[in-house]
């Protein structure tokens, strides 16, 4: 599913420097693409992520980025490392902690290990900020997600990365798992204002 193109959507004031641009739902989507609403008016992008279901178990989600407006995506020029770190109810060790990484390649890892059992895990919630995507520079961005898996475990994801050897505009983005369809859930975009 693809944000429309034809006309910028409507924007609406969300309090401070941010303003609400755009909200896509996943209803059984290979992916959920946003291609409008990128402006130099922004000096960052806010992704907020609720509540999406994989249709394949034990999946991740992965951003991928754009600078024709979606019409192809970066096979390279991504680098980025993500943290996550874990708590099972009830253990002797406070956490764990392991690490994917992704370099010179074609996608971010936004959230690990995604799960679809309704009954026993929580859907992954947090959010992705994308800075310098209205400027020809390398584009950076950091994320956070938090999920409830089965067996009482909870788990808190970071990832930090940028683009190099890509100075370019970054005008579209896509999230998708790595495998399976989203069958449900939304993502809401937003701009800060540069002032």
């Not at 941010?18 to 992008?45: N, P």
């Not at 020029?77 to 406070?94: E, H, I, K, P, Q």
């Not at 950091?142 to 898996?149: G, I, L, P, R």
């Given at each position: 599913?693809?944000?429309?193109t034809?006309?910028?959507?409507?924007?609406?004031?969300?309090g401070?420097?941010?303003?609400?641009i755009?909200?896509q739902t996943?209803?059984d989507?290979?992916?959920?693409a946003f291609t409008?609403?990128?402006?130099?008016?922004?000096?960052?992008?806010?992704f907020?992520?609720?509540n999406?279901?994989?249709?394949?178990?034990?999946?991740?989600?992965?951003?991928?980025?754009?600078?024709?407006a979606?019409?192809?995506?970066?096979?390279?020029?991504?680098?980025s490392v993500?943290?996550?770190?874990?708590?099972?109810?009830g253990s002797?060790t406070?956490?764990?902690?392991?690490?994917?990484?992704?370099?010179?390649?074609?996608?971010?890892?936004m959230?690990?290990?995604?799960g679809n059992?309704?009954?026993?895990?929580?859907?992954?919630a947090?959010?992705?900020?994308?800075?310098r995507?209205s400027?020809a520079?390398?584009t950076?961005?950091?994320?956070?997600?938090?999920?409830?898996?089965?067996?009482n475990?909870?788990?808190r994801q970071?990832?930090g990365?940028?683009?190099?050897?890509?100075?370019?505009i970054?005008?579209?983005?896509k999230?998708?798992?790595?495998?399976?369809?989203?069958?449900s859930?939304?993502?809401?975009m937003?701009?800060g204002?540069?002032?």
């Amino acid at each position: 599913k693809t944000q429309g193109t034809s006309a910028n959507p409507v924007w609406a004031e969300a309090g401070g420097n941010t303003v609400f641009i755009s909200k896509q739902t996943a209803s059984d989507d290979a992916s959920l693409a946003f291609t409008s609403g990128f402006s130099t008016d922004y000096f960052e992008y806010i992704f907020k992520f609720d509540n999406l279901k994989p249709a394949t178990d034990t999946v991740d989600i992965l951003m991928y980025l754009s600078n024709d407006a979606g019409s192809s995506y970066y096979t390279a020029n991504m680098y980025s490392v993500s943290w996550f770190t874990s708590r099972l109810s009830g253990s002797a060790t406070s956490s764990d902690l392991l690490a994917k990484e992704v370099w010179n390649g074609a996608f971010a890892y936004m959230s690990w290990n995604q799960g679809n059992d309704a009954g026993s895990e929580w859907r992954s919630a947090g959010e992705l900020r994308l800075y310098r995507a209205s400027i020809a520079a390398e584009t950076a961005w950091t994320s956070t997600q938090v999920q409830f898996e089965m067996d009482n475990k909870f788990s808190r994801q970071i990832t930090g990365g940028c683009t190099s050897g890509a100075e370019e505009i970054v005008n579209g983005i896509k999230f998708a798992f790595s495998s399976g369809n989203i069958t449900s859930g939304d993502i809401y975009m937003y701009g800060g204002k540069a002032e």
